[in-house]
């Protein structure tokens, strides 16, 4: 039986870049819509349910980095991808922090675009069969729930941080290179830039290990590993 089609939200105020893209993603086989504002983004998310949202950062009602900050803080766990003129870093890494997956500059070209979307769904859906609950220390990670806590209380990840710690915990006391962690999470040469990594292993860290002890380790150029400290 055939899986059902992907859904991607589009969202930018020119109708005819929001209609483009959505008609060349039903191409590709997904289910697209359109939303040209902040206000109408949410409304299409509680009525479509996506599993992807294309949001540009410059919307009429506000902006789409307030847009995807308030829904996940409404529980929408919807990867995103950034569509922004701008291309300075601080805009760049101001995306990732609300919770954004990934971003393309405009101008940008469909092909590079699905691509991707492609990537970012691979990273954050669920591939391969796991164990409902992965657990090290007292760091519990519910795949059903898409729960994180530590110590019993909640963390609250985007879905690329919950890849990335998962990928700790399943490699738990293994020293990984950034190249390892770039390809099993990214799914794709980020520019061939593993600085990514390093961005989202320290926002991790802001969640995990605000709480003691600390679990991510840095080892000097090598990589990462979750462990207790040694004098635990």
């Known amino acids: 039986m055939n899986q059902p089609a992907q859904r991607v939200l589009v969202v930018d105020d020119e109708p005819y870049l929001a209609d483009l893209v959505a008609t060349a993603l039903r191409y590709e086989g997904y289910t697209a819509e359109v939303a040209g504002t902040c206000a109408e983004t949410a409304a299409k998310v509680t009525e479509f349910r996506p599993d992807l949202i294309v949001l540009d950062v410059m919307l009429p009602d506000g902006s789409g980095l307030d847009a995807c900050h308030r829904l996940r803080r409404e529980g929408c766990a919807a990867p995103v991808v950034f569509l922004t ?6 805009d760049k890494i101001a995306g990732l922090t609300v919770g954004g997956d990934d971003y393309v500059t405009k101008p940008f070209s469909l092909e590079e675009l699905i691509a ?3 990537a970012v769904l691979r990273r954050t859906s669920s591939a391969e069969p796991a164990e409902a609950r992965l657990s090290f220390a007292d760091l519990v990670i519910d795949e059903e729930a ?6 019993g209380e909640s963390l609250d990840l985007t879905p690329t941080e919950f ?3 998962r990928y700790l915990v399943i490699n738990a006391g293994r020293v990984l290179t950034k190249r390892q962690i770039l390809d099993h999470v990214w799914n794709y040469d980020h520019g061939g830039n593993d600085g990514v990594v390093q961005t989202y292993v320290s926002y991790l860290r802001r969640k995990v290990d605000a709480i003691d002890p600390p679990l991510i380790h840095t080892i000097p150029r090598v990589g990462y590993v979750l462990r207790l400290p040694k004098d635990h």
């Open 85 to 90: 003129a701008r291309d300075a870093t601080e």
């Open 116 to 118: 991707r979307i492609r």
């Open 146 to 151: 898409y729960e994180v806590r530590r110590k």
């Open 163 to 165: 890849k990335l710690l």
